[in-house]
């Protein structure tokens, strides 16, 4: 199969209208009114941010996943994708038929359309770069720097538990089973966010560490994020140390969880949004004039490093 | 240097309001009235799209153009790109730092904003993805599918040379310069395919090779496309023998010259056009009911066939 058969075999089925079933260079659409558009583009690479051996629906799934959380981010609703492949070609057919099988159950999961892409041989190590498009009512997206002193600072779910996973990948422990789910697939927190829109004065998804992205807000924002580290929500899976356990939450990464602030008028508001939507949400501090741009815990910046690229 | 410094330092300079300066997990753009909005995905990996050895300038204005290419084919105008770079930690710096100046040179070139991205490491090839925005007035996208019988059938600049560029592309003869610019530099037949727009009924940039690309609108369209190839524009390069020439043109791909079709009646208006834009536009052939879904000359099928990834 060429990439001509291969895309019309196994990605022409999941195509959209919009996409003109793949067949032309490019996909139209027509712009919702009163809506802006929010775009983001994620790339995941082979040995970087995957090993290569997992289910290529899993693949598929957390990478479309990485890409719903940043729009999650920007409390914005997903329309598009377009995505692109490039794969060994001893492994492209295989692959693509059970990566587009795992697109096809999370685009239903998430309403979300193929509106085109690429598909191209490589060397040697697969890489997916995945760019979505979402929507926002007119000027309500959500930025990283506009959080306000004696804002609230709340959480998603629960931190670390996906670094766990990582780390145990190869133990057969069922107590590990949550966590290496959790570092599979990420949920995206995509209508959570749509429904706080109203209420969240600046928003980050936790994917590179939680104290690396808690300091992007911080420090766009130009005012200091205090943590009471006793209520941030760590994982409490008992064969591993309270040390351990909050060290993956601190600068473990890949949570895809939401960090927010929220004016202490909308407490209550929050915490019914997220009762309904059966989702753990946690204040775990405050925004506060002080050490401008630092994460603190009791007044001391909290100075841990995430992964880095370079 | 890591991520957040590299982007900081070469690519927020080249940045743009809508994408909020890098700042965010997405860019927000406000669609404008009455246009469709017009996305396609291109994506380069080293030693299979370019070698790795050109200036980092070159490949970013080669992965630029071959999306312009696309946006052209479908005659939207260029409005915004996202950009995924994957590169080895060794030489990110220097390559970024190079590859920013072309896009900067390119998006004043071609009057497009960038909205974003992502910065990955990658344990030895560079791949870089983009993400192309284009508009066009509501409903006047043009497809692969839509040629009628009798249209002409034309292509814009030369075909092949891009293919002996890269044939010859260690050669020193002054001859091949030419050539080997239109490797590195392809030209996007952009506003000239803007302004055909209202008189084209199908269309398609010719990136795979003359014959193959040539085949897919005629399958499209479900009909013949008659080539004369005595008129087909190939190379008047003197070193190289007229079967060399005439194979680069046919399959030699790498062209991105726009191959459309236009009802006879548009005849002196498209030679007007191709006129204000100084651009050779040559008549090759028609379309017509016969061998449907085949690329003929003499009543016999061409089945020449281009590069494949798989």
Redesign the interface.
């Known amino acids: ?3 001509f058969d ?1 895309i019309r075999k196994y990605l022409v089925p999941i195509s959209s209208t919009e996409s ?1 079933f793949l ?9 919702k ?1 009163n ?11 082979e ?3 995957f090993k290569g051996n997992e289910l290529p629906e899993l693949i598929a799934k957390k990478a479309l996943r990485t890409n719903l959380s ?2 999650a ?2 409390a ?1 609703d997903p329309e ?1 994708y ?3 492949i ?1 794969v060994p ?1 001893v492994k ?2 295989s692959f693509i038929e059970n990566f587009a099988k795992g697109l096809k159950e999370d685009q239903k999961k998430y309403n979300i359309k193929l ?11 697969i ?1 997916i ?1 995945i ?4 929507t ?1 009512p ?1 000027g309500k ?1 959500i ?3 506009t959080s306000m002193t004696n804002d609230l600072l709340y959480v998603t779910g629960v931190l670390g538990l996906s670094n766990i996973g990582l780390l145990n990948l190869n133990k057969n422990d069922k107590q590990y089973s949550k966590a290496k789910l959790k570092y599979y697939l990420p949920q995206p927190r995509v209508k959570f966010a749509s429904s706080i829109r109203n209420f969240v004065s600046s928003m ?2 936790v994917s590179d560490g939680f104290v690396q992205d808690c300091r992007h807000l911080a420090r ?1 924002s130009n005012l200091e994020f205090a943590i009471n580290l006793k209520n941030l929500p760590i994982s409490d899976i008992k064969i591993l140390s309270y040390k351990k356990r909050m060290n993956s939450a601190l600068i473990g990464g890949d949570d895809y969880e939401l960090l927010f602030t929220s004016a202490p008028k909308y407490k209550e508001k929050i915490k019914k949004i997220a009762k309904t939507h059966d989702l753990r949400v946690t204040n775990i501090g405050y925004v506060k004039n002080g050490n401008n741009g630092q994460v603190t815990s009791n007044d001391k910046p909290i100075n841990l490093n995430a992964y ?3």
Do not use: C, W
Request: overall charge negative; cysteine-free.
């Open positions: 199969m060429d990439e291969l003109q067949s032309n260079d490019g996909a139209v659409f027509k712009p009114i809506l802006d558009y929010v775009v983001s583009t994620d790339t995941i690479v040995k970087i941010h940043d729009l981010a920007m914005a598009f377009s995505l692109s490039s070609k492209a057919r509106l085109g892409g690429d598909l191209t041989s490589t060397s040697n190590l890489s770069t760019n979505i498009i979402g926002v007119t997206s930025s990283r720097s980050i998804d766009l880095k690229h370079f």
